[in-house]
């Protein structure tokens, strides 16, 4: 009876331990198989993208950095980059404030104010020396003593160009609140059409508005270049340099790469630009529609688009800022910036 017990026992048992063994078996089996998938890559584990929004000011420097837009340059793999205008300051602002934005072209007085916040933004370069031009329809105005007496139509009064100019006659014996009127309209446009209409005979005009202005009314021409008279009240060396490139410290610690091949296409860009004004014309109409892209091509050579990196540019930062500070130490954030604001690329 024993016996029996013992063979009809194996019989049921031994097939069971084979399925068992032949089940651990398909089980690791299929464990090594997700391991090695897992490792090439084959249930489609992707490393995280990295997405940099980039915000250019509307005017010159969306100018500069038309051919990015354009061509779109990926500096990484997985990087995602997003070109946009911001088509007032107060947009821009806004969003550097939100942290929505790593890398922008700004005001460089607006850089100044944000770091003296504590915003994580840092310079890496002067991306344009200014487009400010004194423009007149009067044979009898050819330089500063000539302003003495007159209306000078502006726009912005105690914006930072209204700064500038009135710190320029000052430093060329006008006192602005007595020896001449400043007359103010809202906005650029509206300038420039009051000096084609011949309703002013003397203005202070922006590019590349006031090519359009010269274009328009034949009788109106450049008086001066008021780039050129900073620097003939500064020292040698020094530029004028309202406009800056800003990248998140953020990116420019954990992706330094991305920055500096940022900077580099950036550079080329303004190149390309400065080179092929007609074509650069016609991406300023595809990519930045609410610039007057028929003029751009005559506007370039006076809209001064180029590009200084931080350690060059910085003595001539610190003098804009200096005088800026002096006449409204709110524009600046109340102080002249530390050296942590100056970011300087490493050399490869």
């Not at 004004?277 to 028929?294: F, I, Q, R, W, Y």
Request: net charge negative; charged share 25%.
């Amino acid at each position: 009876m024993k016996i029996w017990l013992i063979i009809l026992l194996l019989t049921v048992l031994t097939p069971l331990a084979s399925a068992c063994g032949h089940a651990e078996r398909q089980k690791a089996g299929l464990d090594s198989e997700k391991t090695n998938k897992a490792a090439s890559g084959e249930e489609n584990i992707q490393a995280e993208k990295i997405s940099v929004n980039v915000s250019a000011m509307t005017g010159p420097t969306v100018v500069g950095m038309i051919k990015m837009f354009e061509d779109k340059p990926q500096f990484k793999d997985n990087l995602d980059v997003t070109y946009t205008v911001a088509k007032t300051p107060d947009q821009l602002v806004a969003s550097l404030l939100s942290g929505e934005v790593n890398v922008a072209t700004i005001p460089t007085n607006v850089a100044a104010k944000l770091y003296n916040q504590g915003k994580p933004y840092q310079v890496a370069g002067v991306c344009g020396k200014g487009v400010q031009y004194l423009l007149s329809s009067r044979a009898d105005i050819n330089g500063w003593e000539d302003l003495k007496g007159r209306e000078v139509h502006a726009t912005g009064k105690g914006a930072t160009p209204d700064m500038v100019m009135r710190y320029l006659m000052r430093q060329n014996k006008i006192d602005p609140d007595k020896d001449v009127t400043l007359n103010y309209l809202p906005r650029n446009v509206e300038l420039a059409q009051t000096m084609i209409a011949d309703r002013a005979d003397l203005a202070i005009v922006a590019e590349p508005l006031a090519t359009k202005v010269v274009q328009q009314n034949p009788k109106v021409r450049v008086v001066m270049d008021l780039q050129q008279e900073w620097q003939k009240v500064s020292d040698q060396d020094i530029f004028y340099p309202p406009v800056c490139l800003v990248f998140k410290k953020e990116l420019i610690e954990q992706e330094p790469g991305i920055v500096e091949a940022f900077v580099e296409s950036y550079q080329k860009s303004i190149e390309w630009v400065n080179q092929n004004p007609d074509k650069a014309g016609a991406l300023v109409a595809k990519h930045a529609e609410e610039l007057p892209s028929a003029i751009i091509p005559q506007a370039i050579p006076r809209c001064n688009i180029s590009y200084v990196d931080a350690g060059e540019a910085r003595q001539s930062i610190e003098k804009y800022l200096k005088m800026l500070g002096d006449m409204a130490p709110e524009t600046i954030g109340g102080k002249l910036p530390d050296d942590d604001f100056y970011y300087t690329q490493q050399p490869g």
